[in-house]
């Protein structure tokens, strides 16, 4: 008879299990672009806003790390498609981000107003971005901006003609890696296309859920989400509305499960981590919990710290860009508004009936018919599962950001997982021969495209405003300045480090 040390040992392999196809991929091309594209807003930062003789040790540092782990990892220096596949997932991303408001092509959503402003002060202002200098100290714009960077830097050099165009290129290129970066099909055909349709698709059901708690069908194309004072925002609708938090958090969280089997995993770590916090913090956040598996899973196996293969340039690298990064995210952080959802809520009577039905529409019902699907990565899944389970009982910031970013990582392994069990029912002899749950899968899966096809429709149809930058985003807000954009910067040590601020320009004219 098997003892209780036994089954904790089955069961400690099942959690730790993992995708042998496309969790142990060496790093490649498409590793290094991911990571390049994530560097890059970070370079910008250190030198763009750093004195002078500070930026130039701090970039080399950090691009000194990366040179060691390309070096050490023995990257494969292809990319895993066949041409006509690449060609297909390129135009896919590209086409995606058409509808979103990176590039004022068609309608943009509200969110895209004061997005564009911080867009504009970026551009229009040297760095640091101060709005106001008052008690003796500049006020000066730290939000999550690194999405910007490099746009910005295009403004800066060519002008704001530019700019829009350089902001839906540098959005496009993200979006078309996190697509490559995913486990899909590496040549064209039809379930390639199938898949990508699941990406862009991919939501929670509410449209269903906007019938269960009102009894009415929703009036398209109004937005669907918030339905309840709880969301999920579908991919689309993430990239839509928030591509400078959803970019890095989707790229990070395919960057892991790709290699967090391989034994250059924790170097990338290192590296990588560090690197998001400018872009947003939340991404780093989002993304440790499914590390502390993947460490589990490295200590399981009988290796040590020793074996994590790091430099003392990627350590300092590490270090120094997460001590700077955090320092100027968390300037008066304490102004931030945060309570648990519960006191929050406007009807507390109703709280737990709302919570149930949110999480059933929202991923529950995908997730118990999922759950007897998996064949491995049952600890990415529970843990997904768990988070999301959890994320709704405390919100933090105005529109409740710990929900909208935190479920991010959760939710694209949830897609990754998904995406794994139809590449295997494709691949099966009787492929036309499916379980009951792959039908029941595709109609949640079809369910819930409504969500990203009503973003779609409504960017096509709405009326296109043109971006403004003749304002800041302080004047637009035209409530103080708001703390979730603006600190005091009054930490001596940054006093130190950053060159003086600069004040942002007010009712200036377009360029």
């Not at 999920?232 to 839509?240: A, F, I, R, V």
């Not at 768990?386 to 910031?397: D, H, K, R, S």
């Amino acid at each position: 008879m098997a003892g209780p040390s036994s089954a904790w040992q089955r069961l400690r392999e099942r959690l730790l299990s993992i995708d042998p196809e496309n969790s142990l991929q060496t790093p490649d091309l498409l590793t290094v672009a991911a990571l390049v594209y994530l560097a890059l807003p970070s370079l910008i930062f250190l030198g763009g806003w750093l004195r002078l003789p500070f930026a130039v040790v701090t970039v080399a540092l950090l691009a000194g790390s990366m040179g060691q782990f390309m070096r050490r990892a023995d990257v494969q220096w292809r990319q895993p498609y066949a041409l006509p596949a690449l060609l297909l997932i390129v135009a896919a991303g590209v086409a995606w981000c058409v509808l979103g408001g990176a590039g004022h092509f068609f309608y943009a959503n509200p969110d895209w107003i004061i997005r564009d402003k911080v867009f504009g002060d970026l551009t229009l202002t040297p760095w640091p971005a101060a709005y106001s200098f008052s008690d003796g100290y500049h006020h000066i714009l730290r939000s999550a901006f690194g999405y910007f960077f490099p746009a910005a830097v295009v403004g800066k050099l060519f002008g704001l003609g530019h700019m829009d165009l350089a902001l839906y290129l540098w959005t496009a290129l993200g979006a078309t890696l996190f697509l490559l970066l995913l486990p899909l099909p590496r040549h064209a055909g039809g379930l390639l296309l199938l898949m990508l349709t699941i990406v862009v698709g991919f939501s929670g059901m509410d449209f269903l859920g906007i019938v269960l708690i009102t009894g009415d069908t929703p009036v398209f194309p109004l937005r669907l989400e918030w339905w309840l004072p709880f969301s999920y925002p579908s991919l689309t609708g993430q990239l839509y509305w928030g591509p400078n938090h959803a970019i890095a958090l989707w790229l990070v969280t395919a960057l892991f499960y790709r290699h967090w089997g391989h034994r250059s995993f924790p170097a990338l770590v290192v590296v990588i981590l560090p690197m998001l916090v400018i872009w947003t913090p939340f991404a780093v956040a989002g993304i440790l919990p499914f590390v502390g598996i993947a460490i589990a899973r490295w200590f399981s196996q009988g290796r040590s710290i020793r074996d994590w293969n790091l430099t003392a340039v990627q350590c300092l690298a590490a270090a120094m860009l997460t001590y700077l990064s955090v320092r100027v995210l968390t300037l008066d952080i304490a102004a931030i508004p945060s309570a648990p959802s519960i006191e929050a809520a406007p009807n507390k009577d109703g709280f737990w009936l709302n919570y149930l039905v949110f999480i059933l529409m929202e991923f529950a019902i995908l997730a118990v018919l999922l759950a007897r699907e998996l064949r491995h990565s049952y600890g990415l899944f529970w843990l997904a599962v768990a988070g999301l389970t959890l994320l709704p009982f405390y919100q933090y910031g105005p529109s409740n950001d710990t929900m909208l970013r935190l479920s991010t990582p959760c939710l694209v392994i949830l897609l990754i997982l998904t995406l794994d069990r139809v590449n295997a029912w494709a691949s099966k002899p009787d492929r036309h021969r499916l379980p009951a749950r792959a039908w029941a899968i595709g109609l949640v899966l079809l369910i819930g495209a409504n969500t990203p096809c009503n973003e779609m429709w409504r960017a096509a149809t709405f009326h296109r405003i043109p971006p403004n930058y003749g304002l800041s985003m302080v004047e637009y807000h035209g409530k103080g300045e708001p703390p979730h954009y603006v600190g005091r910067l009054d930490k001596p040590v940054l006093l130190f480090l950053l060159r003086t601020p600069s004040l942002i320009p007010t009712h200036r004219q377009q360029k």
